[in-house]
């Protein structure tokens, strides 16, 4: 067992954990976070996706033990109901997802992934990899392709994402 | 209810919220990850334990002895069941491979022990100290080496598709061989894996002999029973609660061993158990879509009437288990008057075969649609006409019987309009970008409609809310939604007056989620539920019913008018019915069309396929909910494209297994290999189907898809392929060569 701090949807939370525990285990089993799903626990499907000092994370790929002092944003600090974050909200105009499972790993990754692009990080997409990114559906598709969704909600999501993309900040 | 006569005018046309593209009612708890699903019940049962389940390393013999020493002395386990601690359990109706209980073991990661313990990490560990001794023995795991022992098989996928083992209409061998037009050809299609993105999940908890298990599962009271008939006890012990299934596409129909395991751990531990099948287990011990075999063979007169038309498919699945319904469609789908399907099954030692989305029509379709394309190319003909030409207004079997509506042809005009079809080149291989070789492909898309009964609560408050229960399921379908847009429309009141609550097997039992019949008759059940509750609220006002009207939250009738929610009182008033069927089924043939277009660019160097454009044309019914119904079809439409290019658990034919079992060997599509999707829904409204008028839209977006795709390749290409996926490898060096 060890001790771990981490700073949760800005709140501090202190565990003592079994160092196997994953950083998404810790959130859903011993923070009750369910939010993030676990699609299957290997890195290959994004379901778990965080975001860990701003940067999107598989967190089934992580041990918690790892992120000592960690500032850690999950899908329940984006947004509740009620209180949408305008990429939650573009999800549901867009019904960008129909089981739902897959849904907070491609919200938090598209959060992230936007700013991806602001910072100017290139993709597998990006023609001229000096200049900055730009914000086409082909970088968008390729930015996400770490997030499985069976369901096939691909199409709506780009559209949400295009949408929240397209605002002015 | 019964519904035995066409639907004539009822408030559901009043279409002012059935109909209309709402959001999903379920969209902001989906999206704020505070829906909760199986395994995140925290709040149900206190001091849950976690299980954890082995799966046979064999895929055939017996586990001759099992040393769990090590494990129970491992940190934190609780408990440790084995398969060796019980004889096999009796199996679930629905079940064709054991799930259970003693040494037999008929495939590999057939479940053997489940070990429970305070953590997930030490129950994890503890598992893999488990020491097991196999005695091995020989399976089949060959499909194409044992066609040949195959043996005629009928089958009902349950599902709306299949076949008798072998139907003969007219004298086809004659006609076939007096056709001066003719194919025969020979096609596969892989095993496929569900691969729903919620591993299979549950939690149990006993309270003496009582057993409440919080699962994932589509349809609940199937899972009831067989939950109870599996451990032994009375139906009416058991409670399975599922609101929210994160995807299941057939994989989740049946009773599986997550609900087993948990609740055979939680009673050995004495305490609330929760477990899900890690990923790797979801292939190997749960179903699959069976491979498949299957032989096609058309002839035409030169002006591209079919006068003969064969259909044949082989597949495999344990001893007593079903063959895959691949030639049902092709009864119904094409005029010809001698005709001929046959459905062979051979015994393998894989995993269960079973349902999943579409049985039957999806790699029917996949394959007759290839063949309609071969056959049009051979008659010179375009293959959005070839098809037309042999358009049927009945069930080509049974000519008295007509389709209850068919516009199969519309479909496939509007569709060719749409997507720019006169564009194409008839020639293959000759329109070219730079690297990219680019074509068009047309398919048909055809699913059987089925009606089920289904029931439903309504219960009215006294501030005008209305709350549904019913036992139905949301998958992903948008039952939530399409079933309080029902209920506000029958009550007249807003959408957001109405509360729906699904999953849970004390509702009123339900259709439940499978075979694209969820929509149409969950929401059918809720409309007699609520004709039953305007009744009553009519007879509370003292109100004539025939001419109360219920907009507005207002009850109206002659010069009279009164708030809804006057009627409730201080109890509220509850009204419960079901809707059942009469023989409109038998009288039409009821069935949902599509035309499927897609657009293609395969990389002349290496044979990589890129699918550009993909259109759906489907005619389905009254769409209940445009915007929940086209996301089903776009879904589909995307499954569509990992059968046609990715998809197939690979058998390990000597060890009798698929190896590919995880999201990174079983390759799905992802957001980089999907266009922009287009849907169109035709006007169409079916008063033979039910009082909805609806039809089920869930699963026709695959079929057809995957040949839509071939046949854009061999477009684009030249190159034919007949075996599914269609990878790179199998036609790379028939590609024209590069300058
Ligand atoms: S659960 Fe982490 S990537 Fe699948
Ligand atoms: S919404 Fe079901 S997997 Fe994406």
Not at chain 1, 18 to 29: G, I, K, N, P, S
Not at chain 1, 148 to 167: F, K, L, M, P, Q
Not at chain 2, 12 to 28: A, F, H, M, S
Not at chain 2, 538 to 561: C, H, I, K, W, Y
């Amino acid at each position: 067992m060890s001790k771990v701090s981490l700073r949760v949807n800005g709140e501090v939370r202190n565990l003592e954990l079994d160092t196997r525990t994953t950083l998404l285990d810790a959130l859903r089993e011993h923070l009750q976070l369910t939010g993030s799903k676990k699609g299957c626990d290997h890195g290959q499907c994004g379901a778990c996706t965080v975001m860990v000092e701003g940067r999107r994370i598989y967190s089934c790929l992580t041990l918690a033990v790892m992120h000592e002092g960690d500032a850690v944003t999950t899908i329940e600090g984006l947004g509740q109901p009620g209180n949408l974050h305008p990429m939650q909200a573009a999800f549901v105009k867009h019904d960008g997802y129909q089981c739902g499972y897959c849904t907070p790993g491609q919200i938090c990754a598209s959060v992230a992934m936007l700013e991806e692009i602001k910072a100017g990080v290139p993709s597998h997409a990006t023609a001229d990899l000096t200049a900055p990114s730009q914000l086409t559906a082909e970088e968008i598709r390729e930015r996400m392709s770490g997030n499985i969704c069976r369901c096939g909600a691909y199409s709506n999501i780009v559209d949400a994402i295009t949408e929240v993309a397209g605002r002015p900040a | 209810m019964k519904f035995d006569t066409p639907a004539t005018n009822n408030p559901i046309d009043q279409l002012k919220i059935v109909g209309k593209p709402v959001d999903r009612i379920d969209g902001p708890r989906k999206t704020t990850g505070t829906a909760p699903y199986a395994y995140e019940r925290h709040d149900v049962a206190p001091n849950q334990a976690y299980g954890y389940v082995l799966g046979s390393g064999i895929a055939k013999g017996r586990v001759t002895a099992m040393d769990t020493a090590a494990a129970r002395a491992a940190p934190g386990v609780v408990a440790i069941v084995t398969t060796l601690d019980m004889p096999r359990l009796e199996k679930g109706a629905m079940n064709t491979a054991w799930l259970f209980g003693g040494p037999d073991i008929q495939h590999y990661h057939q479940v053997i022990a489940v070990v429970v313990a305070e953590t997930f990490e030490q129950a994890r560990d503890a598992t893999a100290m488990i020491r097991v001794s196999y005695a091995r023995e020989p399976g089949r795991f060959d499909l194409a080496a044992e066609a040949p022992n195959a043996q005629l098989a009928a089958a009902d996928s349950g599902e709306g598709s299949g076949a008798a083992h072998e139907e003969r209409t007219g004298d086809f061998e004659g006609a076939f061989a007096q056709a001066p037009v003719t194919l025969d050809a020979t096609y596969t299609t892989p095993d496929e894996s569900h691969a729903m993105m919620e591993p299979h999940s549950s939690i149990a908890a006993w309270e003496g002999d009582k057993l409440t298990v919080w699962t994932s599962n589509q349809m609940i009271a199937w899972g009831k029973r067989d939950l109870a008939k599996t451990l032994g006890i009375p139906a009416e012990n058991v409670r399975l609660d599922s609101p929210y299934v994160g995807g299941g596409f057939g994989g989740k129909l049946f009773l599986r061993a997550d609900a087993v395991l948990a609740a055979l751990g939680a009673r050995a531990a004495r305490r609330p158990v929760k477990l899900a099948l890690t990923r790797p287990l979801v292939a190997n011990n749960t179903t699959h879509r069976p491979a498949t075999i299957q032989r096609v063979r058309i002839g035409a007169e030169r002006d591209g009437r079919i006068t003969a038309i064969a259909h044949e498919s082989t597949s495999g699945d344990l001893p007593d288990g079903k063959p895959e319904t691949a030639v049902s469609q092709t009864k119904l789908l094409y005029a010809g008057a001698n005709r001929l399907t046959a459905m062979r099954l051979a015994v393998l030692d894989l995993p269960e075969g079973n349902a999943m989305r579409a049985p039957g029509e999806a790699p029917g379709l996949m394959v007759i649609e290839i063949a309609m394309d071969e056959m049009a190319e051979k008659l010179g003909m375009d293959p959005v006409e070839f098809r037309i030409v042999n358009d049927t207004q009945v069930d080509p079997e049974h000519p008295q019987r007509p389709f209850s509506q068919r516009q199969l042809i519309q479909c496939l005009r509007q569709g060719a309009e749409r997507f720019g079809w006169s564009r194409r080149n008839a020639t293959p291989g000759r329109r070219r970008e730079g690297n990219w070789l680019v074509g068009m492909g047309v398919a048909a898309g055809f699913r059987n409609n089925l009606v089920m009964k289904s029931g439903a609560r309504v219960r009215l408050d006294g501030s005008g809310g209305v709350t549904v229960e019913t036992d139905m399921t949301d998958i992903g379908t948008g039952s939530y939604t399409v079933i309080a847009q029902t209920a506000a429309e029958m009550m007249g009141v807003a959408l957001e007056k109405v509360t729906v609550r699904l999953g849970d097997s004390s509702f009123p039992v339900s259709a439940g989620s499978g075979g694209q019949w969820g929509g149409n008759s969950s929401t059918a059940g809720v409309y007699a539920a609520c004709v039953k509750l305007r009744e009553a609220v009519a007879q509370r006002l003292g109100f004539n019913s025939a001419e109360a009207e219920f907009t507005d939250g207002q009850v109206r009738a002659g010069n009279r008018s009164a708030p809804l929610g006057q009627a409730a009182g201080a109890d509220g008033l509850v009204a419960e019915d079901h809707i059942e069927y009469g023989d409109l089924g038998e009288r039409f043939q009821q069935s949902t069309f599509a035309g499927h277009f897609v657009e293609v660019a395969v990389d002349v160097a290496t044979g990589e396929t890129r699918v550009r454009r993909m259109l759906a044309v489907c005619a389905a019914g009254r769409i209940l909910n445009p915007k929940s119904a086209r996301s089903q079809v776009i879904g589909a439409m995307t499954m569509g494209v990992g059968a046609a290019l990715m998809e197939e658990l690979a058998v390990d034919k000597r060890h009798g297994f698929f190896v590919n079992h995880d999201l990174a060997g079983y390759e799905v599509p992802v957001h980089a290999d999907i266009p922009h999707q287009e849907v169109i829904f035709l006007d169409e409204v079916d008063p033979i189907s039910s009082p909805m008028k609806a039809k089920g839209v869930g699963e026709l977006g695959l079929c057809g898809v995957g040949a839509a795709i071939a046949n854009a390749m061999y477009n684009a290409t030249g190159v034919r392929l007949r075996d599914y996926p269609m990878t790179l490898d199998k036609m790379i060096d028939r590609l024209p060569e590069v300058a």
